[in-house]
């Protein structure tokens, strides 16, 4: 090519110049899933099935609703949400007008009873809250029956990922100037991606078995598809007493361990505008590497992690508190074989002039007592 006046580097031949490029390239988000870090130090155990369960105990509930007014002081008969919370003797505290009845008798959603024991009847509201205290049987009385509830069963499922990655054969023998190659740069990348995915399903994911061809498909239910209580929407501004009251539902169960929460990036500038004295930063081997803000509440502690992938106008407002001690990663194997996160080489078809490899993993979220673990909605500021 003819070049008319000084040679520059606009119209010398591109390929003659050196190439100032950085001997390493960056990677993007190298570590986003502490979801899984700190379930599978909580705890892993192998399924031996695509679909596991779990069983369920709950206390005896202590609370209901009248599903009626009862405009008299001397009506006995008194209608509630749930008969068969209540027991003969039975001693039921009205929680708005501070009347104690005492249960003569339960048919259906039907309570007989005892007004103004130790106490003055008043009127109940349709809707008043009920609180079983306790039982008082009368002296030298037989013993009342006995009553239990049965456990219930919980499952989910496992779900496959599989993330492949490959090169041509030409490209994977060719020398490259940035490092690392392309091959372990796949490998490193595609190993962040398949991460991610386990992340993402186990926090957002709803579970389900279908039929798309003549093998079936199943997804794993997330956290948030588990947790239906302890539900708050702070609806703007995160405040203290806001924060608190939330801790105050599902902390109760914590056993004075601490818990986790996860939280978006609005929800951790949120909780750093709380008063320093109730934070503390560490980064040490017990907390697996990550950076844990710990703070203290009236209610209990809480190790607070960044979670990146809570973003977008919906989960960028999120805080998820959650009970360790209730969550387990589950990967599907046997004592002859284990399907957790492993890569899977020659995975090309035999005749290509190429070599691809895949991360595969089966695995689900097992999920225990939804009233242990709590979520902060709607968090701006």
Not at 86 to 104: A, K, P
């Amino acid at each position: 090519m003819s070049v008319t006046g000084p040679m520059s580097t606009t119209n010398v031949l591109s390929d003659q110049l050196a190439i100032d490029l950085s001997d390493k390239i960056k990677m993007l988000e190298p570590s986003s899933q502490p979801l899984a870090v700190w379930s599978r130090a909580a705890e892993t155990r192998k399924t031996i099935a695509t679909k596991f369960n779990w069983l369920e105990s709950r206390s005896k509930a202590r609370f209901d609703t009248t599903s009626g007014a009862v405009a008299s002081t001397t009506v006995t008969a008194i209608p509630v949400s749930h008969g068969s919370y209540f027991q003969q003797w039975d001693q039921v505290l009205n929680t708005r007008t501070g009347e104690q009845m005492r249960v003569d008798a339960v048919i259906g959603d039907t309570l007989t009873v005892t007004r103004g024991i130790g106490s003055t009847a008043a009127n109940l509201n349709s809707g008043d809250e009920l609180y079983i205290i306790g039982s008082a049987q009368p002296e030298g009385d037989t013993s009342k029956d006995a009553r239990s509830n049965n456990p219930s069963k919980v499952g989910n499922y496992t779900q496959i990922f599989r993330t492949p990655f490959e090169v041509t054969e030409s490209l994977d023998a060719s020398s490259f100037q940035a490092s690392p190659a392309e091959w372990p740069r796949q490998m490193l990348d595609k190993g962040i991606e398949h991460a991610k995915d386990l992340e993402l399903s186990f926090i957002l994911g709803r579970k389900s078995a279908t039929t798309p061809g003549s093998q079936e498909s199943r997804t794993t239910g997330g956290i948030l598809s588990f947790i239906t209580t302890n539900q708050t929407d702070a609806g703007g501004d995160l405040s203290e007493a806001e924060f608190n009251a939330w801790m105050a539902q599902f902390a109760r169960y914590s056993s004075g361990q601490a818990l986790l929460a996860l939280a978006s990036t609005t929800a951790v500038s949120a909780l750093n505008k709380f008063p320093a004295s109730k934070q503390q930063t560490k980064n040490d081997e017990t907390t697996y590497g990550m950076s844990v803000t710990h703070y203290t509440s009236p209610f209990g502690s809480l190790n607070l992690v960044y979670h990146p992938l809570l973003e977008g106008t919906k989960y960028g407002g999120y805080l998820i508190g959650l009970n360790m001690d209730q969550i387990a990663y589950r990967p599907l194997g046997n004592d002859q074989k284990s399907r957790d996160t492993k890569v899977l080489n020659n995975r090309q078809a035999p005749d290509a002039d190429a070599k691809k490899s895949e991360y595969l993993t089966e695995a689900g979220l097992e999920f225990g007592l939804t009233e242990k673990h709590g979520v902060l909605t709607g968090i701006t500021s």
